[in-house]
């Protein structure tokens, strides 16, 4: 089944091989063996499977099934780890800077705040639109991924700025909330053998979708100053606030878990090595929705 993950959905290094053992696609986009038919395999127009023609090996060769030129998990691990190193940093250094600017100021009150916003509703938009670029593009481009690492980085930086002024200490049990929810996640996933089923995606793609939906509308509502209370920054905490943030950790971790589905599907079709970046930005994607989402549920019981 095609991926609904935003970065991974559309390509089809990302599904499941035509054949077994057999990549989806070659590093080129083509289709090993296109068209090909193999034995004990029944093709429109083939009455009986069996051996097509003399001389012809009965079963598909299996070059490039972790092959030098494939996707592997290591890979994968391995770039998900510059990608979110690059974007650790890059928060933090955007913290410090916008810190030191609210404090030269000489007004670290809620309105030096007004500044890290700015930053956070504009690094915003632009980390969205380039995951919008990621989800139409076929090729792979790792500096557009790093690019999206950085300007994420400077979103996150200035967000969790604003979280810790308001709430004091928030940040680092957050950010560690977020590796051990992931690493816990893989785990379960690893070792649990956890299978992914059709209804349970398309549950958490539901999920997704009305959720972000809902966060839209009450956006686009909060600037004509009605409160649904649905998100709370400052006052006091709807109990829907609460639902709605503890509802966003879990699609949040859910999706983490078809991740690391549509990861592994991409290493069994054998899916080009430079595949494996797109799966490092796919993740990299869902741990930021992870970690605003627990910044703010944390927000929410540290006011209470």
């Known amino acids: 089944m095609q991926s609904k993950n935003p970065v991974l959905s559309k390509v089809p290094a990302f599904q499941a091989s035509p054949y077994p053992g057999q990549p989806y696609a070659d590093s080129d986009g083509s289709a090993p063996y296109a068209g090909q038919p193999y034995a004990g395999q029944t093709y429109p127009g083939q009455t009986c499977p069996g051996q097509p023609y003399p001389g012809q090996p009965t079963t598909l060769p299996q070059p490039f099934v972790n092959s030098p030129g494939t996707m592997t998990i290591d890979d994968v691990l391995a770039k998900t780890a510059i990608t979110l190193g690059l974007l650790i940093a890059s928060a933090v250094v955007s913290f410090w800077v916008l810190g030191r600017y609210m404090v030269s100021a000489g007004s670290f009150s809620t309105a030096a705040l007004a500044v890290p916003s700015v930053v956070a509703v504009v690094t915003g938009l632009v980390a969205f639109g380039t995951v919008f670029v990621m989800n139409i593009r076929r090729a792979v481009k790792p500096g557009f991924i790093l690019v ?24 680092l049990p957050a950010a560690f909330g977020t590796f051990v929810a992931a690493g816990v996640t893989l785990a379960a996933y690893k070792f649990l053998r956890i299978k992914v089923s059709s209804k349970f995606r398309r549950m958490v793609v539901i999920g997704t979708m009305a959720i972000a939906g809902v966060y839209l509308v009450n956006l686009v509502l909060s600037l004509f100053g009605v409160n649904l209370g649905i998100v709370s920054v400052t006052g006091a905490v709807s109990p829907l606030a609460i639902l709605f943030s503890i509802v966003g950790v879990g699609l949040a971790v859910f999706n983490l878990i078809l991740d690391f589905d549509y990861i592994e599907q991409g290493v069994r079709a054998g899916a080009p090595a430079s595949e494996s970046w797109r799966g490092a930005f796919g993740l990299t994607v869902t741990m930021v929705w992870l970690y605003v989402e627990l910044l703010r549920i944390l927000s929410y019981f540290n006011r209470r």
Not at 148 to 170: D, H, K, M, R
């Open 148 to 171: 999206y690492s950085v300007i994420e980085g400077v979103f996150i930086g200035a967000i969790s700025l604003i979280f810790e002024f308001l709430n004091p200490g928030i940040v």
